[in-house]
């Protein structure tokens, strides 16, 4: 979204007619969710998608004919065998799609307030208010960026919310997919989580490979230069070599920081947990078998760690899907990342209570 909006103040500024569009609203099968968005050029260029197909199309030629137009439109799609697919398939659901033609630099004030506040990666919501479907007569779409504590930020069209708008907004720190509510669509843009990977191997390397691709932001440590650098961490925001305890002691841990300790052995991976699991992170999970994890928790124990702080480590790492490749076993971590991120937890079929209650409290060492 961020590049497309960077594309959408180009294209202003140039003075290249475009028109903003975006899935607001879906129902039943569609080949893509709320708040896609795409757009589309005087010259029938367009940038982004909608998911392809007769509808992508439709929308192209309709808004092709809206591009000159004063007031935003939404637009209604059944999707019958009117909007076959490409594969000849009819997914059989219904989508409303926004249409914006952006000309002026008045317009386009709103999509700079979004696009600050998205690259601020607080968190926001874009509130659609539409019609209903059984009113009649047009009336122009009205839209409200609202902050994560709730304030908005900006309007496009009516100035006034309607007195139901907070009624059904979702805080956003709970990662709401984007929904509908008494007329209302509202659109989600959340923080992307920092994922800390302690441990530069090939699983760890993986691991950044995949869960850079669905927005987390990387950070790589390890006490290796050779294991821990820009050429095998491409994607990483922040790269930390040293000791473990010099490196771990660097980390700025929020509530919003994803940990995984992958090191080399077990040694370092106790060191690493020991530092980290009484952090505030909003997850920590740790690689190896079973009865690894249970060494490593007694010793922890032993030193002091807190048992609740353990408790709430998730070893051994990943969903269990019968992984035995490097590949294999970073899916099924990455996997679990997000299902916790956007959950909140991980589903019941794959909760499994902590190794920590099958030991027996330890005298702490003196």
């Keep these: ?65 809206l591009i000159d137009a004063d007031s935003p439109e939404i637009m209604t799609f059944q999707l019958d065998n009117d909007y076959g697919w490409d594969d000849g398939l009819i997914c059989g659901g219904r989508m ?112 950044a490979e995949l869960a850079s691709d669905v927005d987390f932001d990387i950070i790589a440590v390890d006490d290796r230069q050779e294991y821990c650098n820009a050429e095998r961490f491409p994607t990483a925001k922040q790269l930390i070599v040293g000791s473990f305890d010099t490196a771990l002691s660097k980390l700025s841990v929020t509530p919003d920081t994803f940990i995984i300790i992958v090191t080399r052995g077990h040694n370092h991976d106790e060191e690493a947990l020991g530092h980290l699991a009484v952090t505030d992170a909003r997850y920590i999970g740790m690689i190896g078998s079973k009865r690894k994890v249970k060494l490593i928790f007694e010793d922890l124990l032993r030193l002091g760690t807190p048992r609740e702080a353990l408790a709430r480590v998730h070893a051994p790492l990943g969903f269990d899907i019968g992984s035995q490749t490097v590949p294999e076993i970073a899916m099924s971590i990455v996997a679990e990342l997000i299902a916790y991120r956007n959950l909140d937890a991980l589903p019941e079929g794959y909760q499994r209570p902590s190794l920590v209650e099958d030991i027996k409290t330890p005298h702490a060492a003196n």
């Design 96 to 207: 409303k799609v926004l249409v914006d033609s952006v000309k002026t630099a008045q317009d386009l004030q709103y999509y700079q307030h979004m696009s600050q506040l998205l690259e601020s990666d607080q968190g926001c919501t874009e509130a659609i208010v539409f019609q209903p479907e059984s009113a009649e007569g047009d009336t122009e779409p009205a839209r409200f960026l609202i902050d994560a504590e709730s304030n908005i930020v900006a309007t496009r069209g009516s100035q006034e919310p309607p007195s139901r708008l907070f009624d059904g907004l979702k805080p956003i720190k709970n990662r709401p997919r984007p929904y509908v509510n008494q007329g209302i669509a509202y659109l989600t843009f959340h923080q992307t989580c920092q994922l800390v990977i302690v441990g530069c191997g090939h699983i760890g390397q993986k691991v």
């Design 1 to 65: 979204m961020r590049e497309l909006l960077l594309e959408l103040e180009k294209a202003v500024r140039e003075q290249r007619p475009v028109c903003y569009t975006c899935l607001v609203e879906t129902r039943g099968s569609t080949p893509q969710k709320p708040g896609a968005a795409m757009l589309i050029f005087g010259d029938g260029a367009q940038a982004g998608t909608l998911g392809g197909g007769c509808v992508e199309a439709e929308v192209k030629h309709r808004a092709l004919r």
